[in-house]
């Protein structure tokens, strides 16, 4: 879908994932990002692999984020590949993306010698040719970590059971091995937030950080006052991702009682797709009176009539999406500091904070039974989101430090 030709430079975009439909953060920040760079100064050329059902299903979404898209084919692989992992130098999740089809897909689309290249996620590092390749190709290269993986490989290994917590001891030993290497390869390293970035470079040598701010779609989150304490409270997130099982497990096992004990009509939804059956039966063995949704295109309807959002993350990296989303929203918000990390927000003021079983259970049910203070946390958080958070400035950001990594060379 190449559009006319312009003397903008481009930036070659390199997702190891197809974008499309936004059901996960680091898919909704990309996204954002390239919708709002769209006919600045960059001629943008987004390359991810798809399916041709996917290509065609979406193909106007992606009209709207890039001038130009190429994609790749993967043939499909089995979970002993996946498994075969284990026995690799390489993470197992950097594994699974390394693949023979995206590796040469994007050495081709390098020859093509954009301006600059810019690798979404850590893994993406593994996708990018050899270094002598790369020195005569004269591209300019950003690596953008929306996370700092060796972390949550730590938070892991710290949090599971044995065996898995010699498994996530051993990949967290092979992540370090790996993020060390990708931030030292690159021109200059993007954060999602400035502790990470200060993380990337002290830690993992990368040589020139920056970071970005978390953004929101503020038109799209409306606001809406917060609902009576009769309404449910809510989770967010992808439920095929290990830190919302690990967290959602915590909170039904060790906070979930002491909620029920004092409001037994409390309820839980909890909307995100693929959610395991082991979490659903769990639920249901406790009695406990929680809803999943599954999959669903669009997070508001299901969201609306919430009385309070909980974050209860003890895994996790970069920073959370879903907690600007529910400000923005008017959901007074309970999270762990972990699910807020690296997000500027005030404890107290923009949302209640609370590490243990009982603080979390308390800051939920003072929510519950305090009209008032459900709508000064509303109010409060949902200013700070407009006054910090808006997509257009997280594009802008993004832009010019892709224009200083140009203007390095």
Known sequence: MAA??????????????FLFPLDAGGKIRTTNILLNMKGGAFRIHLISPATPDEETRWSDEIAAICDDYTTWRIAPRDRLHRLAGLLSPLPVSVWSDALHESRQAVETALKARPAVAVFDFTHSAALMPSDTFMTKSGVRTVLFTHNVETEIFARHAKTAAFPMSLVWRVEHAKMARFERTACSR????IGVSGRDAMTLKETFGAATTAAIPTGVDLDFFAYTPPANETGPLIFTGSMDWRANQDGLTWFLHDVWPLIAAARPQTSLKVIGKNPPQHLIDAAGKACANWTFTGFVDDIRPHAAGGSAYVIPLRVGGGTRIKAYE??????PVVSTTLGVEGLPLTPGEHFFSADTPEAFAAATLRLLAEADTRRALSGAARAFVEANASQKSVAEVFERICLDTLKAR
């Open 186 to 189: 690159f021109d200059t390293v």
């Open 4 to 17: 006319q030709d312009d003397t903008r430079p481009t930036l070659l975009f390199i997702s190891p994932q």
């Open 326 to 331: 529910a400000m923005a929203m008017g959901m």
